[in-house]
């Protein structure tokens, strides 16, 4: 993880057209990194519509 995010105080996920089901190269990239700053860091996470969708997903829960 790059060592300036341990200055921020969270990061936002916001929306996106893509869908946060299917298979897309940037997709795996924002779930690598998701996955880097919630293992790695104490900072908040806030995810918005696709972005909620994203941490829905990597926490393991269901779409509802």
Known sequence: VNTA???WD???IPGSPRSAY?????????????N????QTNIKVLGVCFGH???T????G???
């Open 22 to 34: 299917i298979k897309h190269e940037k997709i795996d990239t924002a779930m690598t990194r998701l």
């Open 57 to 60: 997903i990597y926490l393991g």
């Open 53 to 55: 969708h994203l941490v």
């Open 5 to 7: 995010i341990y200055n």
């Open 62 to 64: 269901a779409d509802v």
């Open 10 to 12: 969270a990061v936002v």
């Open 36 to 39: 880097k700053v919630y293992l």
